[in-house]
């Protein structure tokens, strides 16, 4: 069997053949049922060309103005970047860079690496750095938030009509339509892209054939999800480190999640925003932004803050905890629902971010000089690192900790 044949479960470790699957279907873990990989339209013509209309309309998104506002002959208006400087020159530098990270610097990495990548394929070879750009588009989608600040905008909008008048500009539209052409790019998986590159000219790696029938010998990348026997110490393919289990997972995911529970603490207590006008200066936390919307006369927008800001973190903080808990007892309690509860919390982690970009773009707008001017608090500081520390907490989960002490002989995984 050749080693592209062979295909491990991410979550559980079960090792399966890999076979075909037309276009919108999924092959699924025996199992945990966790998707193995996607059928897709593998034509890298029509992949570049996706692609490069998302470059596109990410340019346009970035640098024009998202929406403006006019009130008693003022107005102000805001693009992304213009709103992270502003974050910036108010003391905010470690909110600043994580909104830059998130909504520009890694979406730009994703769709760079893949336009690169998809026109060197469709001109039929592979390009310098191949499997470096495949392994920089898996680490940047894992971050890019393109689609929580779209919900975020709009959000904003709708407390803005309140204070004054909205006018929409193309930087708004163009972030609609970015978050609709991400949905189909990132149906182009990387590993994909590498069995496509696998038989075209162009510099790789030594490649080796495997026949080993001890699968408990067997590892798997990662990043490219090649199977390599257990002697290689890295990948034959894109060079990542190979690894039974992810180091000292259990220990690494309690210290970010501790260190996540010990700011969630000032990040609700503390304001997350300064209201500056004639009337005053006003604290906002998360919870009075929650009411804010709701004695508005926007319960649905108060569900959704609430929602991501208060219990998403809350319940993320319980899961991990959780399933870090029952991995270190080698616990073989319930092992596919806690697989499932892991998928879950991987989903909605990024979702917290949504009260952060909402911040973001008021403090952007709200500038009318002396009439009033919002600035951000202590408290986004805090809720914004407690949104970093469980994602990276739940990374450094390995979910294959669920299935080691549950006794399947007959399976093979690795």
Partial sequence: MHRYDLISCHDCGVLHRRRPVRPREKARCVRCRSVLYRGIHSDASRMAAITLGAVF????????????????G????????????????????????VVFLFT???????????????????????????DHLLRAVGMARRW?????????????????????????????????????MLAVVVSFDPKILWNLGEHLPGPRRPAQQVVH???????????CGLVEPAHHRHCARCGTRLHRRHPDSVGRTWAFLLAAAILYIPANLLPVMYTHSLFGKEDDTIISGVVYFWTSGS??????????????????????????WTAQRRSRWRPLQRTMLYRIVEFVGRWSMLDIFVITLTV????FQSLAVITAGPGALAFCAVVVLTMIA??????????????NRGEKHV
């Fill in 57 to 72: 309309t990410f340019l346009i998104a970035q640098f024009f103005p998202i929406v403006e506002l006019e009130v008693g």
């Fill in 74 to 97: 003022y107005s102000s208006s805001a693009t992304l970047l213009g709103a992270i400087h502003v974050l910036w020159t108010e003391q905010m530098q470690l909110v600043a860079v």
């Fill in 104 to 130: 520009m610097l890694l979406p730009a990495v994703e769709l760079g690496a893949l336009l690169y990548v998809t026109l060197s394929l469709r001109a039929g070879h592979r390009p310098p750095g191949f």
């Fill in 144 to 180: 890019g938030m393109t689609e929580v600040l779209m919900i975020g905008i709009l959000i904003t909008i709708v407390k803005m009509t309140s204070l004054a008048e909205v006018v929409v500009q193309p930087g708004l539209f163009a972030f609609g339509a970015l978050t609709l």
């Fill in 213 to 223: 029938d001890d699968k408990a010998q067997l590892l798997a990348c990662h990043s």
């Fill in 299 to 324: 319960p649905a927008l108060a569900a959704i803050i609430f929602v991501a800001s208060i219990v998403v973190p809350v319940l993320k903080l319980a899961s991990l905890a959780l399933l870090a």
């Fill in 364 to 367: 952007a707008l709200v500038r």
């Fill in 394 to 407: 739940s990374m450094q989960f390995d979910p294959r900790l669920i299935w080691d002490p549950v006794e």
